[in-house]
């Protein structure tokens, strides 16, 4: 049974590029959470979706950031014209889609992102 | 809002030495509290959690935690690591949902990286 699978793992861009992060949960899973993670700093809740639907999107940065999370596909964190400040690690997690009280989160192995 | 404090952000300790990580939070209302591990190149693994109940949580790998209200915090401990132990835990919080909280958002220490030499 195959985890959370992240791709890139590494992604480089240049200041006003675009990066796009995918997720695949795991199988089974419909909920799908990301998180960020900037240097010295612990993870940050960014997102919540489930499928065609984003239930809390209160973590994301107003401008420049996107996610969906399609009825098919993986799940795309998406950030139009890069800057420095968006260099970090950013982590996907899956739960099941019945949900309890506190259902585990599985975690993905992240992906760099380094904007020169 | 709700944080997380780590206090060591590094921790080196010898093989069979017994070691404490430290974790404290703030929140005004009740939460749920969960230690995850980190192994390099690996995705956050869940090592215990606590909800409710019983104070002392035991998880995988032979890892325990203590709930303590009082002092708000939530030590993980082990008696005795292995080498294969090396790895960063993070401590994170969610708020309990029966006090109208989100108990999906968790928020996380910045980690701890706990070192076991031979």
């Known amino acids: 049974n195959a985890g959370v699978m992240q791709n890139p793992r590494h992604l480089v861009r240049r200041r006003g590029q675009e990066a796009r992060l995918r997720c695949s949960p795991m199988k089974g899973h419909s909920h799908v959470y990301w998180y960020r993670q900037l240097p010295e700093e612990g993870l940050k809740f960014m997102v919540y979706l489930q499928k065609e639907n984003i239930i809390d999107e209160s973590g994301m940065p107003k401008e420049r950031f996107s996610a969906e999370f399609p009825k098919e596909g993986p799940s795309i964190l998406r950030i139009q014209q890069v800057v420095r400040g968006d260099s970090a690690a950013y982590f996907c997690?899956?739960?099941?889609?019945?949900?309890?009280?506190?259902?585990?989160?599985?975690f993905g192995p992240g992906t760099r992102l380094t904007v020169l | 809002a709700q944080s997380v404090t780590q206090l060591d952000s590094q921790v080196p300790v010898f093989e069979e030495a017994p070691v404490e990580l430290r974790c404290n939070y703030s929140?005004?209302?009740?939460?749920?509290l969960f230690w995850y591990v980190q192994y390099p190149n690996q995705g956050l693994q869940l090592l215990l959690k606590?909800?409710?109940?019983?104070?002392l949580v035991k998880g995988i790998n032979g890892f325990e935690a203590e709930f303590n209200k009082s002092q708000t915090s939530f030590h993980l401990r082990k008696p005795s690591v292995h080498i294969s132990d090396t790895a960063e835990y993070f401590c994170a919080v969610s708020l309990n949902p029966y006090s109208g909280g989100s108990n999906y958002k968790l928020t996380f220490g910045k980690g701890t990286l706990l070192t076991v030499n031979p």
């Open positions: 606590y909800l409710s109940g019983s104070t």
């Open positions: 997690a899956s739960s099941p889609p019945n949900r309890g009280l506190a259902d585990t989160q599985y």
């Open positions: 929140s005004s209302v009740s939460v749920y």
